[in-house]
């Protein structure tokens, strides 16, 4: 990975369930915000965008805050191929050591996309023995809230992601490392090419080069 040391992550109590109130007061990891390092100069028409994360044993939360001059999708059920269909905010996350990892959209409708990439996948993709919905996961097993602020021009993703559904499946704890990148794909409704942005500092535009995301370690408290 890309940094010596990695953020930390907080650890938090819940019920298994927040809504947005809550998250904004438990979920302080962070921020982290989505910049354009592969460009030399970022577009004119990048939105700020900024990401907190927190954990407790069973589950790994994520609360991302979009700007968003024109929040559009046309997604209108799960497991769609949301980063073609608008809007969408993308979480990459893998357990550090281990290769497996996972792709996790969210539209501005609440529809989700549930990747799951075994090690070798780039291979057997290349090979022409596979196709995305070998990776495509169903039924989904993280679930996503969305609140839309439309009078601030901007709207909000709480993310649950179960440690049951992270390779190789076993509870987070204390001190582990997690392989993190947050993405966004900001469309508009003019058929322009949607804007995209990352926390990881990439010198493509390519949000699977793993060995550019970012770390985060999960603190005692």
């Not at 003019?190 to 010198?203: E, F, M, Q, R, V």
Request: net charge negative; with cysteine.
């Amino acid at each position: 990975m890309n940094e010596q040391y990695p953020a930390d992550a907080p650890r938090i109590v819940t019920t298994g369930h927040m809504d947005f109130t809550e998250a904004r007061q438990k979920i302080t990891g962070g921020p982290w915000l989505l910049r354009q390092t592969w460009l030399d100069a970022e577009q004119p028409g990048l939105r700020t965008a900024s990401v907190h994360f927190a954990w407790e044993p069973n589950a790994f939360w994520v609360l991302a805050r979009l700007t968003d001059d024109e929040i559009t999708t046309a997604s209108t059920a799960d497991n769609q191929d949301l980063w073609a269909l608008g809007d969408v905010f993308e979480v990459f996350i893998g357990r550090d050591g281990i290769p497996d990892y996972l792709e996790l959209h969210t539209s501005p409708s609440g529809h989700r996309l549930h990747l799951a990439f075994p090690s070798d996948w780039r291979e057997i993709a290349q090979s022409g023995t596979a196709r995305l919905d070998d990776f495509r996961q169903s039924p989904i097993k993280f679930s996503s809230l969305v609140n839309k602020l439309r009078e601030e021009n901007a709207w909000e993703v709480l993310t649950k992601i179960p440690a049951q559904i992270l390779p190789p499946s076993n509870p987070l704890t204390a001190g582990q490392i997690l392989n993190v990148s947050f993405c966004r794909y900001d469309a508009g409704s003019n058929g322009d090419d949607a804007i995209l942005s990352s926390t990881s500092p990439h010198a493509q535009a390519d949000y699977h080069r793993r060995h550019e995301w970012r770390n985060i370690q999960l603190a005692d408290a």
